[in-house]
């Protein structure tokens, strides 16, 4: 008996087709705009290649998921992200109470795992861990059984969205787990009466209602950001070439582990940290500033700052920096991400080539985790991953469905574009 989740997809998926094939007909051969010699040596900023429905990226308003912005869903739980970012509904109390259900009944561990994470070494990074834990569990995967069994095409998303629940199911034990065995505690056994966030933030063993609720906080406003950042687009190449959830979510994950990414959070602490030692407390705003001007100089980035797609300040740090009011005003953690926010944003305004001097959610959420006391930085980037798996998984159940084909765009040389672009105009 398929679960309501399913019953919806079955249901919403032939209209998804059909929208994708009348495109395809009608507009295929348009063009939606030109790529440029800067573009193609710049990471493929701003060049629009890929679909993604979930959510996008607003310059100006940040995440929209399904077209509510980030700040309108922040009392939302990650399950209702999850069947929003999949369905583009909001889930009902019965719906709601029935994904609940599905994800409880596949929450389960196979014990093999535990021993596959006990035998690596103990200074092994967690995040590495964590991607090695999915591929362990690749062998539960029933779309690769099915596919073998050969699986007509348009069933593909059917046990893509079961893999996806099972890795979804387990991932608040098996990350836990990676944290306990990290601090070298046993681990704690799941409460399956408690909802997707608490029983994670309960299997951590740190207690406390209000570190509940910021687990569920950060675990909704990270679930998903498009699909041309790393972890998204990488996870959507590897599921292209129909590699199983297992593969796909810890390959995208593997790309949320870079500094750049996802680790921006643990280097984000690390910075406020060094602030506090170098000035024995929260420095003055003048202080600040020739710091900040000196690390500059020295060509190291400022954490938490900046954005390749925003524009303004981050809604999701809006949305912490609205929870640490309530519940760490007084930390001095706080007051040093409070007055780094009066500081950075003017200096990195003057570096003219920086295109946005506003913070990002990274530059806040470490510093409400070390209040609570969870202090093993290198551990921030799971709580991420834990999160963005929603958004993977709901792009790539997304994409099987619809039947994306696989990735394959053409690349040149560099001795090709010295040949074949004209030198502009203005340079010679
Ligand atoms: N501090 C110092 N210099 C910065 C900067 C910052 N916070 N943000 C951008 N710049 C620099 C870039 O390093 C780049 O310099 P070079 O040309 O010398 O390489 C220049 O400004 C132009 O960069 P940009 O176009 O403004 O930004 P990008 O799209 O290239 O990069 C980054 C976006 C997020 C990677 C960048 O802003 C950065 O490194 N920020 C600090 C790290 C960080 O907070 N990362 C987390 C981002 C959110 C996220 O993905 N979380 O998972």
């Given at each position: 008996m398929p679960g309501i989740l399913q019953a919806k997809l079955q249901e919403t998926i032939p209209g998804w087709r059909r929208q994708r094939l009348e495109l395809l007909q009608t507009r295929g051969e348009e063009r939606i705009g030109e790529i440029k010699v800067s573009q193609v040596l710049g990471g493929l900023r701003g060049a629009q290649?890929?679909?993604?429905?979930?959510?996008?990226?607003?310059?100006?308003?940040?995440?929209?998921?399904?077209?509510?912005?980030?700040?309108?869903?922040?009392?939302?739980?990650?399950?209702?992200?999850?069947?929003?970012?999949?369905?583009?509904?909001?889930?009902?109390?019965?719906?709601?109470?029935?994904?609940?259900?599905?994800?409880?009944?596949?929450?389960?561990?196979?014990?093999?795992?535990?021993?596959?994470?006990?035998?690596?070494?103990?200074?092994?990074?967690?995040?590495?861990?964590?991607?090695?834990?999915?591929?362990?569990?690749?062998?539960?995967?029933?779309?690769?059984?099915?596919?073998?069994?050969?699986?007509?095409?348009?069933?593909?998303?059917?046990?893509?969205?079961?893999?996806?629940?099972?890795?979804?199911?387990?991932?608040?034990?098996?990350?836990?787990?990676?944290?306990?065995?990290?601090?070298?505690?046993?681990?704690?056994?799941?409460?399956?009466?408690?909802?997707?966030?608490?029983?994670?933030a309960q299997m951590l063993g740190i207690g406390g209602e209000e570190f509940a609720k910021l687990m569920r906080l950060y675990l909704t406003l990270h679930c998903d950001h498009e699909g041309g950042n790393v972890s998204a687009f990488t996870s959507h190449t590897v599921g292209s070439a129909l590699s199983d959830a297992y593969y796909a979510i810890s390959a995208g994950l593997n790309g949320l582990a870079g500094p750049l990414h996802g680790l921006a959070n643990q280097e984000s602490l690390h910075f406020v940290l060094d602030i506090q030692n170098h000035f024995g407390g929260a420095p003055s705003e003048a202080q600040l500033r020739s710091y900040l001007k000196d690390r500059l100089q020295h060509g190291q980035v400022i954490p938490g700052y900046g954005h390749a797609v925003l524009r303004v300040t981050d809604p999701r740090y809006t949305a912490f920096h609205k929870f640490g009011e309530r519940y760490c005003r007084n930390e001095m953690m706080f007051s040093i991400v409070d007055r780094l926010f009066a500081v950075v944003p003017e200096i990195l305004k003057q570096q003219a080539k920086v295109q946005d001097p506003w913070p990002n959610v990274d530059a806040i959420s470490g510093s409400l985790l070390y209040h609570y006391g969870l202090k093993e930085f290198d551990y921030y980037t799971v709580l991420f991953g834990v999160s963005r798996a929603l958004g993977l998984c709901a792009q790539l159940v997304i994409n099987r469905a619809v039947g994306t084909p696989i990735m394959r765009p053409k690349s040149v040389s560099t001795s090709w574009l010295m040949e074949h672009v004209p030198v502009a105009a203005h340079v010679s």
């Open positions: 290649g890929l679909v993604c429905d979930t959510s996008e990226v607003s310059p100006t308003q940040g995440l929209i998921v399904r077209g509510i912005p980030i700040g309108e869903l922040a009392s939302k739980s990650p399950e209702e992200m999850f069947y929003l970012l999949l369905t583009g509904e909001l889930a009902s109390g019965a719906v709601l109470n029935d994904l609940r259900q599905e994800l409880r009944q596949r929450a389960l561990i196979p014990d093999y795992l535990w021993k596959v994470l006990e035998a690596l070494p103990r200074d092994t990074h967690p995040m590495a861990m964590l991607s090695v834990a999915l591929l362990a569990l690749e062998r539960e995967s029933v779309f690769r059984r099915h596919y073998e069994d050969g699986m007509p095409k348009d069933q593909y998303w059917e046990s893509t969205l079961e893999d996806c629940l099972q890795l979804l199911a387990k991932l608040p034990a098996v990350a836990a787990g990676i944290y306990r065995l990290h601090i070298g505690r046993p681990r704690i056994a799941s409460r399956p009466e408690l909802e997707w966030s608490a029983d994670f």
